[in-house]
């Protein structure tokens, strides 16, 4: 994640068979990681992924539920949408067509965080790009036909589109983000065994006269300054992960007696 290095696979469904063989296809590029980092989605808490991660000594760890801002990938996944999308309506073709060209732009764009672009921090130099190659034409030109320095042109333009795209996204979900962040961030800690409500997810059908916090749970365990497993009573015990903006103090009221 440090290089912001982008990948994506397209697949027809996201089962935990079509999840595992995404995942080895980038492993056979990228070699297979230490750890990885996912959102609690079935395909990635199956008991066939959770194999599969065991087997190949990789260690998971989840995001926090309901808290995008804990997994950069969430963000990456905006930015490709809105990007595919423009290139879709001005070139008419598959997003899948336009993918190879949308993240070999992401892949050489500079990063404000890192100073590099992502090709630069996983490969050391920087990539062969139409750019490059139109001038390699130019220096030792092999081929007489316009054809191929137009098709060249054609894809320095869309790849400088999508670089301009892309940071102009970025800057402009940074510039969000750390307002909305800094406008509404509440300090808070927990300590374990320390009563909560928990935020309720959203569902499908969202009713907006619905209660927004359910609980209490219990805090079990402090993964991080920001991330809490809860135990919530009132589900089976089962345990989650949740953000501490995604938490409040429970405040059991006091039990009214009535004097005769």
């Known amino acids: 994640m440090s290089s912001k290095y982008p990948e994506a696979i397209p ?7 079509s999840v595992i063989d995404a995942l080895l296809e980038v492993f056979s590029r990228m070699e297979f990681p230490r750890e990885i980092q996912c959102d609690n989605g079935t395909s990635f808490t199956s008991q066939l992924t959770t194999e599969f991660f ?3 000594g990789i260690k998971v760890t989840h995001s926090s539920v309901h808290h995008p801002q804990s997994n950069p990938v969430e963000r990456f996944h905006r930015t490709l949408k809105r990007l595919l999308k423009v290139l879709c309506l001005q070139s008419g073709e598959d997003w899948e067509k336009n993918l190879p060209a949308t993240l070999l732009a992401l892949r050489t764009v500079t990063h404000e965080s890192t100073g590099f672009s992502p090709a630069e921090l996983v490969h050391g130099k920087n990539l062969r790009t139409p750019e490059g190659l139109l001038y390699e034409h130019w220096v030792n030109p092999q081929e007489s036909e316009s054809f191929v320095t137009e098709y ?3 894809l320095i333009n869309r790849m400088r589109r999508c670089q301009d795209l892309a940071v102009e996204r970025m800057t402009e979900v940074q510039v969000k983000r750390k307002t909305w962040y800094d406008k509404n961030a509440v300090r808070r800690k927990f300590q374990v ?3 909560v409500l928990c935020v309720v997810l959203a569902t499908s059908k969202p ?9 209490p749970g219990v805090i079990e365990s402090q993964l991080s300054d920001t991330n809490y497993i809860v135990k919530m009573a009132n589900k089976n015990d089962k345990t989650q992960i949740y953000h501490v903006n995604l ?6 009221r006091p039990e009214k007696i009535n004097l005769l």
Do not use: C
């Open 11 to 17: 697949v027809a469904d996201i089962n935990s068979v």
């Open 54 to 56: 065991e087997r190949f």
């Open 152 to 154: 060249v042109f054609e």
């Open 193 to 195: 065994g320390d009563q």
């Open 207 to 215: 009713n907006k006269m619905a209660v927004q916090w359910t609980g």
């Open 247 to 252: 938490l409040k103090p429970y405040h059991q």
